[in-house]
């Protein structure tokens, strides 16, 4: 008998924690016009990595030209497949939003997730930066130019070690880039994010590492390590003196500016005056001044791409990533499974 | 940057951490889980003031119940029962509760000196820190399982194993392969070890509680605010000499990866029954050293711990392994460039490592007696209430579903294992030590670019050479001194 007491009192215990939790958590919903309630933003990595770092500058902008409350939930895991997936499986409404990143065009390739691809299953809505990564050497290289390096490579095969932030990232496809129009040889070392590999550069872990330039250029600047050049065509604006790939090797310059792209993703079966509403506030954002100055800090470029033009440009992207994984042997699955065309 | 607020927070913090780990069953780990899924949505500042608080907090809020009730309140007050609760028998419990008191005040802030010291030398190091030298630590930790493994040293290894296996679910991190996966989105992030913490620490701990017919007795005593405060009599002199090798060992300790105040205070309650010839009370019986030395050391060991967490981005102990994602959360980058890029945190954190310890104190002395009122919470309202802190903590870590699952699974597994008499301490160090111990051999072969070169550089390296001798010299100092606190349990 006594447990039987005892067993309600748990249970209404419980319950009543369970309905206190409800009830200081659940928002009023109302129907009416786009944007009517908060929307919810998904990052599919952690707080601090670049994805987020960008989300965040692009989304407080965003808030105030919809004019409703706009909150930001990291979601890590599976190359941000995770949180990818979960803003496909919520109602089509445009209340729950993608921002994304390069991850996505190697989901299928690397086999992270091989059902969902980034311009057929999301509608893109801004595509608004691209970052650069560098190759950069430890301060007391005997390198001091990006001629010297890759020379050095295509004499000793696989004699160089270079640090990237993972299998598939772009440090790693932007090496292996290197490897297949050049002919030279690395040994690529995958460390957790691209944290770790800047500071293993600094520490003459490795021979060089491959980051995105935000992330090493306070350390260039300090002489903690040596940035040898970007991988683009033109120079970067702010850090001109630093040469380019696409100036020293020519053969590279059909694969530059090669960087990550990060934007804004909804659902295709978005309606088309959400999509429509949605797509103007973000003119808007990336008109600003705020959003120059932010690129500005973080050495982003800024593109503007929506609709049918984001989905060339995603198409083109992802296809150069995919067989450059796919020839150098890294990828775990043909691109021409998916029907991703050859570049 | 410190304000009001955040000191506040922090004595929030404090406040909070003591209460719940005084608490028999959630322990610092689980309490530090708990809080740090409260600040998700606080500033970074105040969010650290508030976990660093909670963690000086929990610390003393253990020794609280290893006294009062023979439970130790955390796995770190462990040593503490050996003669808190012979004192409490003679009915000495205030003084015991007060030496423990000071002790831990004193070994607290002698850790926040070392880290002071230690921290920024280890910080210069810290980039000559390659895969060798992070794969030798690791392995140091891991071999620590021995300890953690309570004297059933196979059944320590059996949950270890589990652990390592765990570990190995997910992304290869090498070449980015599925292992294990199953082809499940569930696995593919492999699993979080905050989520298998909160099960197997937490949820367990309801599940085990559930099971239990009795509640837990309260004692009757009240601890006059007098009595508890230090004294310069004999009791209080005696019980600072231990301070000399405590403090040491308990910081050392710390500094290994995976092992914090739980170790620390066994090896300073071993340490000091070896050295000192004439306590007080024979220990067992209630000698005041046997009290003060755990509580020096378990509390030095903290500076320890965050040394290696904030230096080298490796936890020293599973408490850390949380305050350090919860650190990654709230944008910090605890790692090699720490001391280089955010210094000023590290200041910071020293200072409210300070305060929180002061706070600590305080709150201990007075609320010691209110304490005792809130351990007599019937279970029935308790335990709910755990269950779904369980439930929340593990699915606000990445907003993510498939971890309240997974937690739940841990839930059950640390039952069985609590049934079965396995230690879960070897598999959470498994699930957090296993992976840089694989990342860190993958990456140093393929640095070094053969098994030859391999082992050569374990001798060539300095820094890996010093661990080398570091691990072969623990497990001398294992075999004679950790002996006799074992046989002792």
Request: aromatic fraction near 10%; proline fraction near 5%; charged fraction near 15%.
């Amino acid at each position: 008998m006594s447990y039987i007491i005892k067993f309600k009192r748990y249970l209404i215990s419980t319950i009543l924690v369970i309905s206190l939790l409800l009830v200081a958590f659940t928002p009023g919903t109302v129907n009416a016009e786009y944007p009517e309630r908060s929307i919810n933003v998904f990052i599919g990595f952690s707080a601090g990595g670049p994805t987020d770092v960008i989300g965040r500058g692009v989304v407080p902008l965003l808030e105030e030209e919809l004019d409703v409350g706009m909150g930001i939930t990291n979601m890590p895991g599976a190359a941000s497949a995770t949180a990818g997936r979960h803003v496909l499986n919520q109602k089509a409404d445009g209340y729950s939003l993608f921002f994304g990143s390069e991850a996505m065009s190697v989901w299928q390739t690397m086999g992270i997730n091989e059902e969902l691809n980034p311009y057929e299953d999301f509608y893109p809505v801004k595509l608004v930066a691209e970052a650069t990564p560098v190759l950069a050497v430890p301060p007391n290289s005997e390198f001091d130019s990006a001629e010297e390096f890759v020379d050095y490579a295509i004499e000793n095969p696989g004699e160089l070690r270079i640090g990237t932030a993972g299998p598939g990232t772009v440090p790693h496809v932007s090496g292996l880039i290197l490897e297949k129009q050049l002919g030279a040889e690395f040994t690529f070392v995958p460390y957790q994010g691209g944290a770790p590999a800047v500071t293993a550069v600094m520490g003459s872990q490795v021979d060089a590492t491959i980051e995105m330039v935000q992330s090493m250029v306070e350390a260039h600047k300090a002489n903690k390590l040596k940035i040898l050049a970007t991988f683009t065509n033109e120079p970067l604006k702010g850090l001109e003196s630093i040469p380019t790939f696409g100036d020293q090797f020519p053969e590279l310059q059909s694969y530059l500016p090669y960087g990550p792209y990060f934007g804004l993703f909804a659902s295709k079966d978005l309606p088309q005056d959400v999509k429509d509403k949605l797509e103007s506030a973000m003119n808007k954002v990336i008109a600003t001044q705020r959003w120059d100055e932010y690129c500005e800090k973080f050495y982003l470029t800024q593109i503007d791409y929506s609709g049918e033009e984001a989905v060339d440009y995603l198409r083109g992207w992802t296809s150069r990533a995919a067989w450059v994984l796919y020839d150098t042997g890294a990828a775990k699955n043909s691109p021409a499974e998916f029907n991703i065309p050859k570049p | 940057m410190i304000s009001f607020t955040i000191i506040l927070y922090n004595l929030v913090g404090v406040i909070i951490g003591f209460i719940m780990g005084s608490m028999p069953g959630l322990t610092v780990t689980m309490t530090m889980t708990l809080i740090v899924s409260l600040t998700f949505g606080f500033g970074m500042e105040t969010a650290l003031a508030f976990i660093v608080g909670a963690f000086a907090g929990g610390i003393a809020g253990g020794s609280l119940s290893a006294i009062a009730l023979n439970i130790p309140g955390t796995a770190a007050s462990v040593a503490t029962t050996f003669d808190g609760h012979p004192l409490k028998n003679r009915g000495e419990a205030a003084t015991a509760l007060g030496v423990a008191l000071f002790a831990s005040t004193i070994g607290g802030l002698m850790s926040i000196v070392f880290l002071a010291i230690i921290g920024p030398i280890i910080g210069d190091l810290a980039l000559s820190f390659g895969s060798q030298e992070y794969l030798f630590l690791t392995l140091w930790g891991l071999s620590l399982i021995a300890f953690l493994s309570k004297g059933d040293f196979i059944k320590g290894i059996i949950s270890a194993c589990l652990g390592l296996f765990v570990g190995t679910i997910g992304m290869d991190p090498i070449t980015g392969a599925m292992r294990l996966t199953f082809g499940s989105d569930m696995l593919m992030g492999g699993v979080h070890f905050v989520v298998a913490m909160i099960g197997l620490f937490g949820m367990k701990e309801v599940l085990v509680n559930l099971d239990r017919k009795a509640d837990f007795s309260v004692s009757k005593d009240n601890f006059k605010f007098s009595k508890l405060l230090p004294k310069f009599n004999d009791i209080y002199k005696s019980t600072l000499k231990p301070i000399l090798w405590c403090g040491p060992i308990g910081s050392i300790i710390g500094l290994i990866p995976g092992t914090g105040g739980d170790i620390g205070s066994l090896v300073g309650y071993g340490f000091t029954k070896q050295i000192m010839k004439n306590p007080s009370r024979p220990f067992g019986e209630g000698a005041y050293e046997g009290v003060a030395a755990p509580e020096m050391a378990n509390h030095s060991a903290m500076g320890g711990a965050y040394t290696t967490m904030l230096t080298l981005g490796i936890p020293g102990d599973s408490v850390t392994a949380v305050i350090l994602g919860s650190f990654y959360l709230h944008g910090l980058q605890p790692g090699p460039t720490f001391m280089i890029t955010e210094r000023k945190y590290f200041y910071l954190i020293i200072a409210l490592l300070g305060i929180g310890t002061i706070f600590t104190y305080l709150v201990g002395l007075l609320g010691s007696n209110a304490m005792l009122r809130v351990l007599s919470i019937p279970r029935w309202v308790l335990l709910p209430f755990i269950a779904i802190l369980c439930v929340i903590g593990s699915y606000a870590l990445q907003n993510n579903l498939n971890h309240v699952y997974m937690m739940i699974g841990f839930g059950v597994l640390g039952y069985l294992f609590d049934k079965a008499k396995f230690p879960v301490s070897p598999i959470i160090l498994g699930i957090i030590l296993g992976p840089i111990v694989e990342r860190s051999f993958r990456q140093a072969l393929i640095n070094t670019g053969s098994v030859s070169s391999l082992l050569m550089s374990f001798v060539t390296r300095p820094i890996t050479l010093i661990i080398i001798i570091l691990i072969v010299g623990s497990f001398i100092f294992q075999s004679s001194i950790f002996g006799t606190v074992l046989e002792e349990k």
